[in-house]
């Protein structure tokens, strides 16, 4: 079965510190995507990143990057230097198809929530 | 921008009452999910919809029915609610259209969400 694990619960960090939220996955299929999610205290989750099981290259946007390692089964979330307006919990999500095309729906992990200090 | 609505942020209900919980998106997408969130468990998927008046059942139906008649609107049903219902619920869309590269799989947008609570 599909599953999302994301081990750490909560993590508290002081603004500029470098932080790394944790997520493993299992999944049968050889095709598959993962993601990551933002919930700001607001409640609407936004969309951060999208991968490719075929692209393990890493990825970075910003202050923000992703290591993506299939021999692992993970997809690791990196901030670096924090700030205050990153507190929020995070999703990592792994996609589960549907139907025979493009249709899939998203295995969530059980999120983590980022409390960035001033 | 794709935008995601929903009918109420915050609702509070009593047990047996029937409560309908509507979205609407207007970016013209094929598919929308109902999923609820709870503490310590993510989101779980409850019902979605692949396209007008077609829906498939999710990993936690039970309790719930939704309706889709119209492309835009998809909204959950709460047949007799219970306190067990209690919970964050979250619609989202996606369009199944690509660019027709593999790696354009397209993410899911989500609502604001809605807070029910049923006494």
């Known amino acids: 079965a599909q599953k999302v694990t994301q081990a750490q619960t909560e993590i508290s960090v002081v603004e500029k510190e470098d932080v790394t939220l944790d997520c493993v996955y299992e999944?049968?299929?050889?095709?598959?995507?993962l993601f990551w999610y933002k919930q700001p205290p607001s409640g609407e989750l936004v969309f951060l990143i999208r991968r490719n099981s075929f692209d393990e290259q890493n990825e970075i946007s910003g202050r923000y990057s992703w290591n993506f390692q299939k021999s692992t089964s993970s997809f690791n979330f990196t901030i670096t230097a924090s700030q205050v307006v990153d507190s929020a919990v995070y999703f990592c999500a792994l996609s589960e198809a549907l139907r025979m095309d493009s249709s899939y729906k998203l295995i969530f992990g059980s999120g983590t929530r980022l409390l960035v200090r001033p | 921008d794709v935008k995601v609505t929903q009918s109420s942020r915050y609702l509070v209900k009593r047990t047996g009452e029937k409560v309908f919980l509507e979205c609407v998106q207007d970016m013209d997408h094929e598919n929308m999910f109902w999923y609820r969130q709870d503490p310590g468990l993510g989101l779980r998927l409850i019902y979605f919809s692949y396209d007008v008046k077609m829906k498939e059942k999710g990993d936690i139906p039970e309790g719930y029915s939704v309706s889709r008649e119209k492309k835009e609107r998809f909204s959950l049903i709460l047949e007799s609610a219970s306190t067990n219902q209690t919970s964050m619920y979250l619609c989202?869309?996606?369009?199944?259209?690509?660019?027709?590269?593999?790696?354009?799989?397209?993410?899911?947008?989500f609502g604001p969400g809605t807070r029910l609570t049923v006494l």
């Open positions: 999944t049968r299929d050889t095709t598959y995507y």
């Open positions: 989202a869309s996606r369009s199944e259209k690509t660019s027709g590269d593999s790696s354009s799989y397209n993410e899911q947008f």
